[in-house]
């Protein structure tokens, strides 16, 4: 019963943010957010996407123009944060050898903020990533 | 017998231009499209700016190949041919043999085969051998250096493990039958999630069992694999360049270093001392020798194996008694994916029995600048190195400090010596193979 009165709370509250698209109010809250995002990105992303978010050709794919990264699939950035990735897969047209570190100690905030500013740096552009949808998306991953 | 049907201007240009390089019997042939050919028996010309490269006075470069696809290792036949491997099918081929009917140094397909990514490529007694990611075939070769069998080569090892990270399998033969098989370690250092913070290292580490080593197979037995093979050597994370000496009968390896000493741990180091640890380092290898992977990692400045932080190291105590020490320690990161002892009698008496090695360049040095992309030279007595190592061909990447891996133009990938001891080196962005000659008198 607890539960499900937790879980309304956050939809109502991440509801609050996800209609808002990068809007003068949240400009400040998304500067604070990407300030913060680039710290964790400088230590735990930069040896592999590189400082310019241009990643290495086979290796690591660049972060820079990748459509997953701009794109709205929320669930999926934030699953790739806390679990890393192995698989084989391909990301816009080339396949990567490197594994993908996992950052399952990072907290909610933490998150969203490292997204906001790979989402919003170089020559990416994105909608703001709310602590409320990170909190959300993490109780469907396993 | 010359023939010279171009103006003195042109004549005059060349002279300027163009390095050339044992002259036996010419013959001079300028065509419509004003590209100038040399046609001689045995010699080549240098391209006008050496193809790009920076080399050591007296060298030049030309490009014998361009555009084929993503080059990795090569292999030149008795014969003047040359046999590469490709990393991404091209028409649905892994394997390009290239030839130079008219000797004029640019080489041209004559035909492709092999269904099959990969890297390794290796010839001996007219047998070429090739890997995919999991498996090594053999190819029979005619009195011309060509491949009999492009469609049904003999399988003799399958199975080996392909968990994409480090899944290259580069190969080379010795004199007795037996070829050896780089099995890289699909993981940084053996943590319990590869290059994780806070992940710990496995003890023992259970990759050790499969991979991380040398493995040695039969040349001749069809379908070898992990039950009848050879673990020859263990403690290597990550093997791409191989060579087989020999004066010393022996193989020598160089391996490429862990990674992310300051991604994983920042409390003990920063990202200088991370961009410069641990070493790339070459070794000379004998049989049940252990590099000491994934425990300890080499410090060219302290000049020993540390223990790895994933096993309780914090960047100064020692570790791996047991382990051998290299023979080389080269700056970290730089990717050594070939090696080449040089036995031809082209360029000059020091180069002879020397190793080169192909750097791949670095990208886990952000956010300093990246190192590498270029190949090197060590001078070797008796299977030890001589000297110092130095630069030998540089300018691949085609700009003077490369930030990140992209902005390289070419990558050193593999190495060749042809018969008449020119040095070839393969590069997997664009597919131009180098050739790079002796000129000087």
């Known amino acids: ?142 | 017998m010359f023939s010279f049907v171009f103006s003195s201007q042109i004549q005059h240009h060349m002279k300027k231009m163009f390095l050339i390089f044992l002259l036996t019997s010419i013959s001079f042939v300028s065509n419509a499209n004003d590209s100038i050919k040399v046609n001689i028996t045995n010699q080549v010309v240098a391209n006008a700016d050496n193809a790009g490269l920076i080399l050591p006075s007296g060298f030049g470069a030309l490009i014998a190949a361009d555009n084929l696809g993503r080059a990795r290792h090569i292999v030149a036949t008795k014969q003047g041919g040359i046999y590469v491997k490709l990393e991404r099918l091209v028409g649905g081929k892994g394997i390009i043999y290239l030839t130079d009917a008219n000797k004029d140094g640019k080489m041209e397909v004559e035909t492709s085969f092999g269904n099959y990514i990969g890297t390794g490529i290796a010839i001996k007694d007219n047998y070429l051998y090739a890997s995919s990611n999991e498996d090594v075939f053999r190819y029979q070769l005619n009195e011309n250096g060509k491949v009999t069998n492009p469609d049904n080569p003999q399988r003799i090892v399958k199975g080996l493990w392909d968990k994409r990270q480090h899944a290259s399998k580069s190969i080379v033969l010795d004199n007795a039958g037996n070829i050896y098989v780089n099995i890289g370690a699909p993981s940084n250092s053996c943590q319990e999630v590869d290059r994780t913070k806070g992940s710990k290292g496995m003890y023992p580490c259970p990759i050790l069992d499969s991979a991380g080593g040398i493995w040695q197979f039969k040349v001749d037995q069809t379908d070898q694999g992990y039950h009848n093979g050879v673990r020859y050597a263990t403690g290597l994370r990550n093997v791409v360049g191989l060579d087989w000496n020999q004066q010393q009968n022996k193989l020598y390896v160089t391996m490429h270093g862990r990674d992310m000493l300051y991604t994983l741990y920042p409390n003990l180091f920063d990202t200088t001392v991370s961009a410069e640890l641990p070493s790339e380092t070459m070794y000379e290898i004998n049989k049940g020798d252990d590099a000491g992977w994934p425990y300890v990692y080499y410090d060219h400045f302290q000049k020993k194996k540390v223990l790895s932080p994933e096993y309780g190291g914090d960047g100064k105590k020692a570790g791996g008694e047991k382990a051998i020490d290299p023979i080389v320690a080269f700056p970290a990161h730089m990717a050594p994916n070939a090696l080449l002892f040089y036995t031809g009698d082209q360029f000059p008496a020091k180069y002879k029995n020397g190793a080169f090695v192909a750097f791949h360049g670095s990208w886990n040095r952000s956010p300093l600048p990246q190192e590498g992309y270029y190949v090197v030279f060590i001078p070797f007595e008796n299977g030890k190195p001589s000297g110092q190592w130095e630069v030998f061909a540089n300018g691949f990447s085609g700009t003077e400090v490369v930030k990140n891996p992209r902005d390289a133009k070419h990558r050193p990938c593999g190495l060749t010596e042809g018969p008449d001891g020119s040095l070839y080196v393969s590069d997997d962005v664009k597919g131009t193979i180098y050739r790079i000659v002796y000129n000087a008198k």
């Not at chain 1, 990105?41 to 930069?46: P, V």
């Open chain 1, 1 to 142: 019963m607890k539960y499900f009165y937790f879980l309304g709370l956050i939809v109502v509250l991440s509801s609050a943010f996800v209609s808002s698209p990068v809007t003068n109010q949240s400009q400040p809250i998304i500067k604070a957010s990407m300030d913060r995002g680039k710290i964790i990105y400088l230590q735990r992303c930069m040896a592999c996407h590189q400082v310019d978010g241009s990643g290495g050709p086979r290796l690591n794919p660049p972060l820079d123009g990748a459509s997953t990264v701009k794109g709205n699939d929320k669930l999926k950035l934030v699953r790739i944060i806390i679990k890393g990735m192995t698989e084989r897969v391909e990301i816009d047209g080339e396949y990567y050898d490197n594994n993908m570190s996992a950052n399952p100690d990072l907290t909610d905030t933490q998150i969203a903020d490292v997204l906001n500013y790979i989402r919003n740096s170089w020559g990416n552009k994105a909608s703001i990533v709310t602590i409320a949808e990170v909190k959300a998306a993490r109780t469907k991953i396993k």
